[in-house]
């Protein structure tokens, strides 16, 4: 989820409200906490309250006794992990995808690395008529090179010198690689799972495709 900086609710900075949902964690939030943390009068709050209630980033908290107490919805949760970042122009977007194609066919033609591209869809504002965008929505198929990636993996991630958080991580570090040299650290290049544009019923455009396996 991208936001813009100067994108305000009742007044308020999206940036300062996501502050508050991360304060508040999975926590209750009452008009109290909004005042306090937003630095506003009562009346203030109420607004804000109102109005994160009707765009659904709140909902009524299912456990609390009162009507009053609110906790963040799944939209507020993405609000949580919103990056910050000045929309671009469709020029910058076109030159990300041609730089993002170009890692693909690197990565592709690079062995050692434990998985490889077999396609590339882009969905969302990209293949609308917008003239900028927040960013550009690419789900990627990876395939691993070799039935014996997993344990490629595990010796990739040792030879990182990272540390690793868990086993999960560790035998998925080959995709993850695989993964960060494409997204190449950009905040404008959102990668998602292949199957999500189905699961979401979305439009979308065929960037890359290969027949290798």
Same mark, same amino acid.
């Given at each position: 989820?991208?936001? @813009? %900086?100067?994108?305000?609710?009742?007044?308020? %900075?999206?940036?300062?409200? !996501? /502050?508050?949902?991360?304060?508040?964690?999975d926590? *209750?939030?009452?008009?109290?906490?909004?005042?306090?943390? =937003?630095?506003?009068?009562?009346?203030?709050a109420e607004l804000?309250?109102?109005a &994160?209630?009707?765009?659904?980033y709140?909902?009524? +908290? *299912? +456990?609390? $006794?009162?009507q +009053?107490?609110?906790i963040?919805?799944?939209?507020g949760r993405q609000?949580?992990n919103?990056k910050?970042?000045?929309?671009?122009t %469709? #020029?910058?977007?076109?030159?990300?995808?041609? /730089?993002?194609?170009?890692?693909?066919? =690197?990565?592709?033609g690079?062995?050692? &690395? #434990?998985? @490889?591209?077999?396609?590339?869809?882009?969905?969302?504002?990209?293949?609308?008529?917008?003239?900028?965008?927040?960013d550009?929505? =690419?789900?990627? /198929?990876?395939? *691993?090179r @070799? $039935?014996?990636?997993v344990?490629?993996?595990?010796? !990739?991630?040792?030879? $990182?010198?990272?540390?690793i958080?868990n086993?999960l991580?560790?035998? #998925?570090?080959g995709q993850?690689?695989? %993964?960060?040299?494409?997204? +190449?650290? $950009? *905040?404008?290049?959102?990668?998602?799972?292949?199957g999500e544009?189905?699961?979401?019923?979305?439009?979308?455009?065929v960037?890359?495709? #290969? /027949?290798?396996?």
């Amino acid at each position: 989820m991208q936001v @813009r %900086r100067d994108e305000e609710i009742a007044g308020v %900075r999206l940036m300062k409200v !996501r /502050d508050l949902l991360r304060w508040a964690d999975d926590g *209750p939030i009452h008009l109290s906490a909004i005042s306090d943390r =937003l630095h506003c009068d009562r009346a203030k709050a109420e607004l804000v309250q109102n109005a &994160l209630l009707e765009a659904g980033y709140i909902e009524i +908290n *299912p +456990n609390a $006794s009162g009507q +009053n107490c609110y906790i963040a919805s799944d939209l507020g949760r993405q609000l949580c992990n919103a990056k910050f970042v000045r929309r671009i122009t %469709r #020029t910058e977007a076109d030159e990300l995808v041609a /730089d993002f194609l170009e890692r693909v066919r =690197l990565v592709n033609g690079r062995d050692e &690395l #434990t998985h @490889r591209v077999r396609e590339v869809r882009v969905f969302g504002s990209y293949i609308e008529d917008a003239a900028d965008l927040g960013d550009v929505d =690419l789900a990627v /198929d990876f395939r *691993p090179r @070799r $039935s014996t990636h997993v344990e490629e993996a595990q010796a !990739r991630a040792k030879q $990182s010198g990272k540390t690793i958080g868990n086993f999960l991580q560790l035998i #998925t570090f080959g995709q993850r690689e695989v %993964r960060q040299i494409l997204k +190449n650290r $950009s *905040p404008y290049l959102s990668i998602h799972e292949f199957g999500e544009v189905e699961a979401l019923g979305a439009k979308y455009r065929v960037l890359f495709r #290969t /027949d290798a396996t």
